[in-house]
Nanobody, 122 residues
Framework: QVRLVESGGGLVQAGGSLRLSCAASGRTFSSYAMGWFRQAPGKEREFVLG????????YYADSVKGRFTISRGNAKNSVYLQMNSLKPEDTAVYYC???????????????WGQGTQVTVSS
Protein backbone atom coordinates (compact mmCIF):
# COMPACT_ATOMS: atom_id res chain seq x y z
CA GLN A 1 0.00 0.00 0.00
CA VAL A 2 1.38 3.38 -1.02
CA ARG A 3 1.68 5.88 1.78
CA LEU A 4 3.02 9.44 2.04
CA VAL A 5 3.45 10.94 5.48
CA GLU A 6 4.26 14.58 6.06
CA SER A 7 5.87 15.97 9.20
CA GLY A 8 7.53 19.14 10.43
CA GLY A 9 4.60 21.51 10.48
CA GLY A 10 3.94 23.85 13.36
CA LEU A 11 3.66 27.43 14.51
CA VAL A 12 6.33 29.94 13.53
CA GLN A 13 6.66 33.69 13.58
CA ALA A 14 6.73 35.70 10.40
CA GLY A 15 10.25 35.74 8.99
CA GLY A 16 11.05 32.36 10.45
CA SER A 17 11.77 29.02 8.80
CA LEU A 18 10.36 25.52 8.79
CA ARG A 19 11.39 22.33 7.07
CA LEU A 20 8.68 19.90 6.09
CA SER A 21 9.46 16.25 5.42
CA CYS A 22 7.56 13.70 3.38
CA ALA A 23 8.34 10.03 3.80
CA ALA A 24 7.10 7.64 1.13
CA SER A 25 6.55 3.92 1.66
CA GLY A 26 4.98 1.09 -0.22
CA ARG A 27 6.95 1.45 -3.39
CA THR A 28 10.12 3.01 -4.67
CA PHE A 29 9.54 6.66 -5.49
CA SER A 30 12.93 7.35 -6.95
CA SER A 31 11.38 7.44 -10.43
CA TYR A 32 8.42 9.57 -9.39
CA ALA A 33 7.97 13.30 -9.56
CA MET A 34 7.25 14.86 -6.17
CA GLY A 35 5.33 17.96 -5.30
CA TRP A 36 4.05 20.11 -2.48
CA PHE A 37 0.64 21.73 -2.41
CA ARG A 38 -1.14 23.76 0.25
CA GLN A 39 -4.66 24.67 1.21
CA ALA A 40 -5.48 27.71 3.29
CA PRO A 41 -8.80 28.01 5.14
CA GLY A 42 -11.62 28.80 2.75
CA LYS A 43 -9.40 28.45 -0.31
CA GLU A 44 -8.73 25.79 -2.89
CA ARG A 45 -5.63 23.66 -2.70
CA GLU A 46 -2.82 25.25 -4.70
CA PHE A 47 0.53 24.23 -6.12
CA VAL A 48 3.66 25.26 -4.20
CA LEU A 49 6.69 23.42 -5.55
CA GLY A 50 7.43 20.42 -7.76
CA UNK A 51 10.48 18.34 -8.54
CA UNK A 52 10.79 16.21 -11.63
CA UNK A 53 11.52 12.52 -11.32
CA UNK A 54 15.08 13.06 -12.51
CA UNK A 55 15.58 15.96 -10.15
CA UNK A 56 16.65 18.08 -13.07
CA UNK A 57 13.66 20.39 -13.08
CA UNK A 58 12.04 22.32 -10.28
CA TYR A 59 8.74 24.17 -10.57
CA TYR A 60 7.84 27.06 -8.27
CA ALA A 61 4.70 29.00 -7.55
CA ASP A 62 5.47 32.70 -7.93
CA SER A 63 4.40 33.32 -4.34
CA VAL A 64 7.21 31.17 -2.92
CA LYS A 65 10.01 31.72 -5.41
CA GLY A 66 13.20 32.74 -3.63
CA ARG A 67 11.88 31.61 -0.25
CA PHE A 68 11.01 27.91 -0.56
CA THR A 69 13.09 25.04 -1.93
CA ILE A 70 12.39 21.37 -2.56
CA SER A 71 14.86 18.52 -2.34
CA ARG A 72 14.98 14.74 -2.20
CA GLY A 73 16.56 12.66 0.49
CA ASN A 74 19.49 10.41 -0.35
CA ALA A 75 17.28 7.34 -0.27
CA LYS A 76 14.96 8.98 -2.82
CA ASN A 77 11.93 7.92 -0.82
CA SER A 78 11.73 11.21 0.99
CA VAL A 79 11.31 14.80 -0.07
CA TYR A 80 11.75 18.01 1.85
CA LEU A 81 10.28 21.47 1.68
CA GLN A 82 12.51 24.15 3.15
CA MET A 83 10.51 27.28 3.87
CA ASN A 84 12.32 30.51 4.70
CA SER A 85 11.13 34.06 5.26
CA LEU A 86 7.68 32.77 6.10
CA LYS A 87 4.71 35.10 5.86
CA PRO A 88 1.28 34.91 7.50
CA GLU A 89 -0.19 34.21 4.05
CA ASP A 90 1.82 30.99 3.96
CA THR A 91 -0.47 29.62 6.67
CA ALA A 92 -2.09 26.46 5.29
CA VAL A 93 -2.20 22.70 5.41
CA TYR A 94 0.72 21.47 3.32
CA TYR A 95 0.40 18.27 1.29
CA CYS A 96 3.06 16.08 -0.23
CA UNK A 97 2.24 14.37 -3.52
CA UNK A 98 3.88 11.87 -5.86
CA UNK A 99 3.19 10.93 -9.43
CA UNK A 100 4.70 9.60 -12.61
CA UNK A 101 3.88 12.81 -14.46
CA UNK A 102 4.48 15.64 -12.00
CA UNK A 103 4.18 19.34 -12.73
CA UNK A 104 1.98 22.13 -11.40
CA UNK A 105 -1.46 20.53 -11.54
CA UNK A 106 -3.04 18.26 -8.95
CA UNK A 107 -4.19 15.68 -11.47
CA UNK A 108 -0.53 15.00 -12.32
CA UNK A 109 -0.07 13.36 -8.92
CA UNK A 110 -1.58 10.01 -8.01
CA UNK A 111 -0.53 9.75 -4.38
CA TRP A 112 -1.14 12.21 -1.56
CA GLY A 113 -0.27 12.55 2.10
CA GLN A 114 -2.69 13.56 4.82
CA GLY A 115 -1.20 17.03 5.23
CA THR A 116 0.59 18.95 7.95
CA GLN A 117 -0.48 22.30 9.38
CA VAL A 118 1.79 25.31 9.06
CA THR A 119 0.76 28.45 10.90
CA VAL A 120 2.70 31.70 10.55
CA SER A 121 1.95 34.37 13.12
CA SER A 122 2.42 38.06 12.41
Amino acid sequence: QVRLVESGGGLVQAGGSLRLSCAASGRTFSSYAMGWFRQAPGKEREFVLGLSSSGGSTYYADSVKGRFTISRGNAKNSVYLQMNSLKPEDTAVYYCAAGTVGGRTQDAYAYWGQGTQVTVSS
